[in-house]
């Protein structure tokens, strides 16, 4: 199994809106709804932001939000914080009875 | 309150099989949909899906590790066993315990990291 594809790094101004894409095949994103996503601080454990496309987690900042089209899957953050910089990754069930996650994405605020 | 934390040795020598303890608490293994595995992350790279075990004894399998793993559940302890087997210093990395349910990691434990070197 492939790692989906993500961008490496990904910068915005506070204040700002970005979008992190997340690139898969037919087997993963493309056939199932089960993609979340992660934000992980250095040196600490990553977060659930996102589960089934698009939904957020209690107590998640409604200014994180995720779709999907075709194989690709999207993390939007909006109103961009200081203390949005940290990477973010994708994962998604596959075919291949597990799960495979992104290449992951520095986010850098400017 | 959902908790998991993973014990194990932190230093391995090469071939050998390693061994680590996720103890878990705030739910339990016999809740239909919930499950429990591992991921772990090379240091400064990205998160790998190792396995994972469910309610009703399903498991799933990294692929590519398949032949080197095995996941095992004591749910009477709140426990969950994963062993790798012939380690190669590519294994080094911080291994995380998760809880999944409807197919996301909704809980972390704090990582642990293991170092295989001779």
């Known amino acids: 199994q492939s790692a989906l594809t993500q961008p490496a790094s990904v910068s915005g101004s506070p204040g700002q809106s970005i979008t992190i894409s997340c690139t898969g095949t037919?087997?993963?994103?493309?056939?199932?709804?089960?993609v979340s996503w992660y934000q992980q601080h250095p040196g600490r454990a990553p977060k659930l932001i996102i589960y089934?496309?698009?939904h957020r987690p209690s107590g998640v900042s409604d200014r994180f939000s995720g779709s999907k089209s075709g194989n690709t899957a999207s993390l939007t953050i909006s109103g961009l914080q200081a203390e949005d910089e940290a990477d973010y990754y994708c994962t998604s069930y596959s075919t291949s009875s597990t799960f495979v996650f992104g290449t992951g994405t520095k986010v850098t605020v400017l | 309150q959902i908790t998991l934390k993973e014990s194990g040795p932190t230093l391995v020598k090469p071939t050998q099989t390693l061994t680590l303890t996720c103890t878990f608490s705030?739910?339990?293994?016999?809740?239909?949909?919930?499950?429990v595995g591992w991921i772990r992350q090379p240091p400064g790279k990205a998160l790998e899906c190792l396995a994972l075990i469910y309610w009703n004894d399903e498991e799933t399998h990294n692929p590519s590790l398949k032949n080197r793993l095995t996941i095992n559940k004591d749910t009477s302890r709140m426990q969950v066993v994963l062993k790798l087997a012939n380690l190669d210093p590519a294994d080094t990395a911080t291994y995380y315990c998760?809880?999944?349910?409807?197919?996301?990691?909704?809980?972390w434990g704090q990582g642990t990291l293991v170092t295989v070197s001779s």
């Open positions: 037919s087997s993963d994103i493309g056939l199932y709804n089960y």
């Open positions: 705030g739910f339990s293994l016999n809740t239909s949909g919930v499950g």
């Open positions: 089934d496309v698009s």
């Open positions: 998760v809880y999944d349910e409807t197919s996301a990691f909704h809980y």
